[in-house]
């Protein structure tokens, strides 16, 4: 759904910053 697919962009951005 939307939500993990916003859990993971979270994630990556942070892991990425």
Excluded at 4 to 12: D, G, K
Aim: charged fraction near 10%; hydrophobic fraction near 65%.
């Amino acid at each position: 759904i939307a939500a993990l697919s916003v859990a993971l962009f979270r994630a990556l951005g942070l892991t990425t910053r």
